[in-house]
């Protein structure tokens, strides 16, 4: 309770975009008996690394503090960590490009009236499938949350990457909607697109060398000389069960 506590007290002293979560795999056994052994799962976000680094060390002392406070032993354990993803404009500019060029996924309409039931079903405007190319955002619009590992290679080597229409619009994510999608025949069209635009843009990359440099020179920018360094300590054993 005292690391809980102490966490919460964090709350009103650290970034607005910041998060901090917990879940308590094991707290006991019985209600009127401390227990023996308790364990707890933070995750600590925010859009840059710099934070997360300075939060997670910040809770590091409150853990410290509450094994002081209640003479107990604590261990840590920081078994995942990522950084934000850097953007690439000119591999950004090369692709969208190509996606225009390509056009989106060629869906029947079975599969558009199919997506539209769905959406009526969940109580979703049925509109269907998004099938519209959207123009390319002038900059870095804000975090919409979650994370990728993509984020870790943007930091060791220019990338870029691109989203296609494979499920109805509005569906939630990570859900059976989008499993469901991702199961019919019709579904690979969007794979099909995605394949082409990114052959394309290697192929740009193969055959134009003031775009390779220009994607470098934006990474160089990015890193800002920072090398990429792993989050989990070299010396982190692996959480296996």
Not at 39 to 59: F, G, S
Not at 204 to 233: C, F, K, V, Y
Request: proline share 8%; net charge negative.
């Amino acid at each position: 309770m005292y690391r809980f506590y102490g966490a919460n007290l964090m709350r009103e002293h650290v970034q607005p975009s910041t998060r901090i979560h917990y879940v308590i795999p094991n707290a006991g056994e019985a209600p009127n008996v401390v227990p023996e052994y308790a364990k707890v799962w933070y995750y600590v976000r925010d859009t840059l690394r710099t934070n997360v680094e300075e939060h997670y060390a910040w809770l590091l002392d409150i853990a410290d503090a509450a094994a002081q406070a209640t003479r107990t032993e604590h261990e840590v354990s920081l078994i995942t960590g990522v950084h934000a993803l850097l953007l690439n404009r000119p591999l950004q500019e090369a692709m969208q490009a190509n996606l225009e060029a390509v056009g989106g996924p060629n869906f029947p309409d079975v599969f558009q009236a199919w997506g539209r039931e769905m959406q009526t079903g969940l109580d979703i405007d049925p509109v269907g499938l998004d099938v519209e190319v959207q123009p390319l955002a002038l900059g870095a619009t804000p975090a919409q949350g979650g994370s990728t590992d993509v984020a870790e290679v943007s930091w060791i080597t220019p990338t870029v990457q691109l989203e296609i229409t494979s499920a109805p619009k509005g569906v939630p994510w990570h859900s059976w909607a989008t499993s469901a999608s991702h199961g019919t025949e019709w579904a690979a069209a969007a794979a099909d697109v995605a394949a082409r635009v990114l052959a394309m843009t290697g192929m740009d990359l193969l055959t134009d060398p003031g775009l390779l440099e220009a994607a470098r020179e934006a990474h160089r920018e990015s890193t800002q000389g920072r090398p990429w360094r792993s989050a989990i300590p070299a010396d982190q054993k692996p959480p296996i069960p």
